[in-house]
């Protein structure tokens, strides 16, 4: 019989510093950098973020998400035989935020590692491991996107520092006789590695070159809108459905305007769009499952519903996954 894997639990953590365009708009004018409410939500539909206390990682947040979503599956951290994180922003260059939130979680053993696809990284996850699970490598793995975004951010760039925010999001995904995850559609293109980047790298002791987020917002715009509706019908047409049968789509949550536009080209209602950007930010790879896990436990989304989630970022990284929830 084939094996497939499906989600069993969802869960997510927001750091408690709760940051408003007002808040940030009045904390840039100290610097002498404009902004305002209006153009945050006009451009983007953010109206607030949640930034972490300097003391907290990616693994506290990635830890306590994870804690959340064992518990909703019904069992505890020594059930998981897998663990990959998705991140761009680790608590150090090694060993993996996956490690270190294992050590956190009291479990030892299993494997345990961090896939770097930067906003995208939590489809990229969620593919691998699904496919360990196929493959009877692994019954009951934890699919976490955690990120510390505020801390690549230069806060004397407006056109970046408006955008991002701090959260983790985590499921645990299981072996099941009947899907689950229906199919996956995974991209890169290394090509536009310039217009979403984070620059520098550690050399020498030191951090050589610029570690601030950099991107190219119209850019990275453009190849969204595209990429995002193609991964879309790919997915679709790989699982043998159409449109009419996605209960909700999920995008990754950068630009209000980016998903309402997939989800017209998908010709789908704007109710069955998770939206949540409007209260976390862009928060890369941890954004799509937040979204998931706000929409499980507000009860919109229920047993037995069909996600499309959708993820797209620097690298140029894109991907969807397709699944009956
Ligand atoms: O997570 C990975 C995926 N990332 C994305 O999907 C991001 C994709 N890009 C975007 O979401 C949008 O391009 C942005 C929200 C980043 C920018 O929106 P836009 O409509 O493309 O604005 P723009 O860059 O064309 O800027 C318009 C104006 C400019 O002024 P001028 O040149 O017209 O005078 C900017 O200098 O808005 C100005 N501006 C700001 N004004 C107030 C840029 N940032 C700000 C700001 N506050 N924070």
């Given at each position: ?14 750091p ?14 100290q ?12 451009r983007?539909?953010?109206h ?5 206390d ?5 693994s506290?947040?990635?830890a306590?998400a ?5 518990a909703a ?13 998705a ?24 494997p ?9 990284g ?36 407006r056109?970046t520092?408006v955008?991002f ?10 072996a099941a006789d ?18 979403l ?7 020498g ?6 570690a ?51 989800a017209?080209?998908l ?11 409007d209260?976390?930010g ?11 896990d ?5 009860g ?26």
């Open positions: 019989m084939r094996r497939y894997s499906r989600i069993a639990g969802t869960g997510s953590s927001l408690p510093r709760r940051v408003t365009n007002a808040d940030l708009a009045a904390e840039l004018a610097r002498g950098i404009e902004t305002s409410n209006e153009w945050i939500i006009e983007t539909g953010i607030a973020r949640h930034f972490a300097p003391a907290v990682t990616s506290d947040l990635g306590e994870s804690r959340a979503a064992i599956a019904g069992l505890t951290p020594q059930d998981i035989d897998l663990i990959i994180v991140t761009s922003t680790p608590d150090m260059v090694f060993p993996s935020a996956a490690c270190i939130m294992q050590n956190k979680l009291g479990i030892a053993g299993c345990a590692f961090d896939v770097q696809a930067v906003c995208s939590f489809v990229y996850a969620l593919t691998v491991a699904d496919a360990l699970i196929q493959s009877g490598s692994a019954s009951r793995a934890l699919v976490v996107g955690a990120e510390v975004f505020s801390r690549i951010l230069d806060f004397n760039d056109t520092c955008l925010g701090d959260g983790a999001g985590a499921v645990v995904l299981e009947t899907p689950g995850i229906l199919a996956s559609d995974l991209h890169a293109d290394g090509r536009h590695t310039g217009i980047c984070v620059p520098g790298n550690v050399s002791g030191q951090v050589l070159g610029d601030f987020l950099k991107m190219d917002g119209q850019a990275v715009f453009k190849l969204a809108v595209g990429v995002l509706e193609s991964a879309a019908r790919n997915v679709l047409q790989k699982a043998g459905r159409t449109e009419a049968d996605i209960d909700w789509l999920i995008p990754h949550q950068a630009n209000i305007r980016i998903m309402q536009g997939t017209r080209k010709k789908l209602p704007m109710e069955k769009l998770v939206v949540t950007v209260q976390h862009n928060t890369s790879a941890a954004s799509i499952p937040l979204a998931l706000s929409a499980v436990r507000s919109r989304i229920r047993r037995g519903d069909t996600l499309m989630l959708e993820g797209v970022g620097g690298g140029f990284t894109w991907g969807a996954v397709l699944l009956d929830f």
